[in-house]
């Protein structure tokens, strides 16, 4: 069975300030990978997906990630982070050719700074 | 347009009472659906999912039960609530064949 770790429980971040959240997965293959964003009190908004092809993944709020097969890695970045982009990011992973359940790591909460 | 949703936003029920969670789709027909649960630094975990109408499936067995009585509505329920039942529940779709879950706003549940 799959498994995502997220190993940042709390991030702090200067607001203009890059950022960059981590996320590994063990999979026996190829899986299909994901970053979801979850404002307080609030549902989960998908950021971006990778499926196939290029490993550097575009998203939605100027977010990217990349998908690293060698280090089991699908980070998520932000080279300027604004005041409202404090929220709690999800990584998650789907099997290839499995059932469409997604597996989700634990999150990782961002807060912003002046 | 497809839009999920989920009701009632938050809850408080006592120890021992039923739970009715009720989640819907509109603007897709026959789509996945998922019930998550979300406990304070555990993550998502899932309960239930369903691939078309009588079909569930259950991740973890526990207190809770699920039904999908038409083939846009979830329905997630308890006979008796337990304290270790509180957190926030998650409604999710998406298309047969396709990963891209679109998510409910979710359901505060505090059990007292």
């Known amino acids: 069975a799959q498994s995502v770790t997220q190993p940042d429980i709390h991030i702090t971040v200067s607001e203009g300030a890059s950022l960059e959240l981590r996320c590994n997965y063990s999979?026996?293959?190829?899986?299909?990978l994901f970053w979801y964003v979850q404002s307080p009190g609030q549902g989960l908004q998908l950021l971006l997906k990778?499926?196939?092809?290029?490993?550097l993944v575009q998203g939605i709020k100027g977010f990217e990630a990349e998908f690293k097969r060698s280090q089991s890695s699908f980070n998520l970045r932000k080279p300027s982070v604004h005041w409202s982009d404090a929220a709690e990011y999800f990584c998650?992973?789907?099997?290839?050719?499995?059932?469409?359940?997604?597996?989700f790591g634990t999150g990782t909460r961002l807060t912003i700074i002046p | 347009s497809q839009t999920i949703h989920q009701w009632p936003a938050t809850l408080v029920q006592p120890v021992g009472s039923p739970l009715s969670l009720e989640c819907t789709v509109e603007?897709?027909?026959?789509?996945?659906l998922y019930w998550y649960r979300q406990a304070a630094g555990r993550g998502l975990q899932l309960l239930f999912y369903?691939?078309?109408?009588?079909?569930i499936s259950s991740e973890v067995p526990q207190n809770l039960s699920a039904s999908r009585p038409q083939d846009r509505q979830f329905i997630l329920s308890s006979k008796k609530l337990l304290l270790s039942d509180s957190g926030f529940y998650l409604c999710?779709?998406?298309?047969?064949?396709?990963?891209?879950?679109?998510f409910g706003s979710g359901t505060r549940l505090t059990v007292v």
């Open positions: 999710a779709w998406s298309w047969q064949g396709y990963y891209g879950y679109t």
């Open positions: 999979y026996g293959a190829t899986p299909y």
């Open positions: 990778y499926f196939s092809g290029d490993t």
């Open positions: 998650a992973v789907g099997e290839r050719f499995g059932n469409e359940k997604l597996t």
């Open positions: 603007g897709t027909s026959n789509p996945n």
């Open positions: 369903s691939i078309g109408i009588d079909q």
